[in-house]
């Protein structure tokens, strides 16, 4: 099939709700299937992601208030979907702030009523949240907003998670399969049943609420195999009939790759015991992927379907409804890992995204970066410690930031803000708005003998001076209003609105 038929036969593809054609490892992701339209988005958008318990706790107006009287906001993000949300505890490992009501319910699911029709070429069709009764955050929360000038977006936030499993009938079904045949709690995005369930929420938010929705954002932290070992999350996935099928059609050997990563799952457990191959374990390491080509083939099959499940979801949603912005959040491994930035390019991105919100969360970045360095040291770079290699990191990152022994006590700079946001403003060279991430009490979840950063007011405006300093067309406070202290949301705003009144004088 030529280029342009391919082209031709994605369009229709996606203008009938049906799956792009596999694209083979390396190649691109298709282009968007219809013309770009100019969309609305704001100019200098400020966004903030709020959880569905925090309406339902502290009522849709208090909330409403405060983050657009204190925080400056402009546009909610409200969680319609989630793949497991739990209130914070007083003293939990997500301390609540000073707002809020604690708890540990978890929610997942939706947050809204959708139609049945959506969801008619899906095993997956009942995932209605009922754990805040019948509270519908699309009916509770848009025309409020709308009435105090306030855009809203329908955050749809598609991360893996146990409790789904649990709850949705069949979502175990859709599930990726790991090396050894087992079931996970990653849904597999070369599954047609997930494939439509995503397409369904898409359509049934944009059809279902027309005047109410003004956009999504859509989101899912999820890496590929190869990735997902250095990070130490998970054994490799998937291989599933699904994802096998499309390997075979690609030329790529399933046994050969199973057999791959079981030799490199072997090398990291040898790296775990601290023992040493004769060569070291870089070199290991590399005669392993001479040995096996298809320990990379399988991680960019898994990319380029993740990413392909993107572009079809964005063309749908243009499709329908041309005018609203459609786009993406962008996980913090993009700012750690040089294996998952080769992975997700943003010159691809141009193709099919309107907006990318970016997860600079550099308060608790250094403390997530130093994991993330240990994650490094106990896999492909065991020959050398995390503080042996970190001038070397730094150097291919671009980073100027603190020795390791202080990453997660100084957090990272607002100088990495400003970097990640250039990074990306030239990257998609004015295609794709860029909104970083601004980390207002964003938790780190580490135990540790180190003690980590947390916001104050000075470093939430110096992260928000970085990001526009560096060409941002908005920001999103994060990650959740349900996280952060007061003060720190008010230093946000005051910064936000000083911004406004230097830029009109
Ligand atoms: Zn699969």
Redesign the pocket.
């Known amino acids: 099939m030529s280029i342009f038929d391919r082209r031709e036969f994605v369009r229709l593809c996606a203008a009938f709700g049906a799956f792009f054609a596999p694209a083979a490892p390396g190649q691109d992701v298709p282009a968007p299937p219809v013309s770009r339209v100019p969309v609305k988005n704001r100019k200098d958008l400020v966004g903030i992601q709020v959880r569905g318990f925090s309406w339902v706790d502290e009522g849709v107006d208090a909330v409403l208030d405060n983050i657009q009287d204190k925080g400056d906001v402009n546009t909610v993000w409200a969680y319609t979907f989630s793949y497991g949300e739990q209130r914070l505890e007083k003293n939990g490992p997500i301390p609540l702030p000073d707002h809020g009501k604690p708890g540990n319910t978890i929610a997942g699911g939706a947050f809204y009523d959708y139609d049945r029709k959506y969801f008619q070429n899906t095993i997956l069709k009942d995932f209605r949240c009922k754990v805040y009764g019948d509270f519908n955050v699309i009916e509770a929360v848009a025309s409020k907003a709308k009435a105090r000038g306030m855009s809203f977006f329908a955050w749809d936030l598609n991360n893996a998670g146990p409790t789904l499993n649990d709850t949705i009938p069949n979502y175990a079904e859709v599930s990726?399969?790991d090396l050894y045949g087992r079931g996970t709690n990653r849904p597999?995005f070369?599954?047609p049943d997930y494939r439509a369930f995503l397409s369904g929420k898409v359509e049934s938010l944009l059809l279902g609420y027309p005047s109410e929705i003004d956009g999504i954002a859509w989101g899912s932290e999820r890496m590929g195999p190869f990735e997902n070992m250095i990070g130490g999350i998970t054994t490799p996935s998937?291989f599933?009939g699904?994802?096998q099928a499309k390997a075979r059609a690609l030329g790529i050997s399933v046994g050969r790759a199973q057999s791959g990563y079981r030799e490199l799952e072997q090398l990291f457990l040898a790296a775990a015991r601290n023992q040493r191959p004769s060569d070291g374990y870089f070199v290991s390491f590399w005669r392993l992927l001479l040995k096996y080509p298809e320990i990379l083939s399988w991680e960019s099959l898994w990319t380029d379907s993740f990413q392909e499940a993107q572009a079809q979801l964005y063309g749908m949603a243009k499709a329908i409804a041309p005018a609203k912005p459609f786009g993406f959040h962008i996980m913090q491994t993009m700012t750690f890992s040089p294996f998952y930035r080769a992975e997700e390019d943003y010159a691809k991105r141009r193709n099919f995204a309107d907006f990318l919100k970016l997860a600079t969360y550099n308060t608790a970045g250094g403390a997530r970066m130093a994991k993330y360095l240990r994650r490094l040291s106990d896999t492909v770079f065991h020959d050398a410690t995390p503080p042996e290699f970190l001038d070397f990191y730094y150097k291919i990152m671009g980073y100027h930031e603190a020795p390791y022994d202080q990453l997660a006590g100084s957090g990272l700079s607002a100088d990495y803000v400003a970097r990640q946001t250039r990074q990306a403003v030239e990257g998609v060279a004015g295609e794709v708005q860029i909104y970083p991430g601004i980390d207002i009490n964003v938790p780190t979840l580490l135990k540790g003998d180190a003690p980590v950063k947390h916001s104050t007011p000075a470093t939430v405006r110096a992260s928000i001076e970085a990001a526009f300093s560096a060409g941002a067309d908005g920001v999103v406070l994060a990650r959740e209003y349900a996280e952060m202290q007061l003060a720190n949301l008010s230093a946000a705003g005051d910064a936000l609105r000083e911004r406004l009144v230097q830029a009109k004088s």
Do not use: A, D, P
Request: glycine share 0%.
């Open positions: 990726e399969v597999c070369n599954n998937c599933c699904f994802c």
